[in-house]
């Protein structure tokens, strides 16, 4: 079976930094897409970052260009997101999700995690 486990949120001030982790396992294919979406209360999961595992490509919702950064490391079957510059409006529950194709990536899908938070203080 694919679980997926995020953790790392927590509470930081505007302009602070957090890196959030989702170790997965259980995905036999060679290549598929990680991504992180995230929900805020009252509102739609979205896509806030994904990457296709083989080739490292990556791809970005505009609200969190140039601050924040998805990155691997394959041998640990982790990716990471790296958020840099934190708005209040970044507060919410940050999921992970496995699926085989980055077609489309911000619709959620997938296979998903348990989410962790992340709050403005």
């Known amino acids: 079976d694919v679980q997926l486990v995020e953790s790392g949120g927590g509470s930081v001030q505007a302009g602070g930094s957090l890196r959030l982790s989702c170790a997965f396992s259980?995905?036999?294919?060679?290549?598929?897409?990680m991504g992180w979406f995230r929900q805020a209360p009252g509102k739609e999961r979205e896509g806030v970052a994904a990457?296709?595992?083989?080739?490292?490509?990556?791809y970005y919702a505009d609200s969190v260009k140039g601050r924040f950064t998805i990155s691997q490391d394959n041998g640990k079957n982790t990716v990471y997101l790296q958020m840099n510059s934190l708005k209040p409006e970044d507060t919410a529950m940050y999921y992970c999700?496995?699926?085989?194709?980055?077609?489309?990536?911000?619709?959620?899908?997938?296979?998903w995690g348990q989410g962790t938070q992340v709050t403005d203080s």
């Open positions: 990457i296709y595992t083989s080739s490292g490509t990556t």
């Open positions: 259980g995905y036999t294919y060679s290549g598929h897409c």
């Open positions: 999700a496995a699926r085989r194709s980055c077609d489309n990536w911000y619709y959620p899908a997938g296979i």
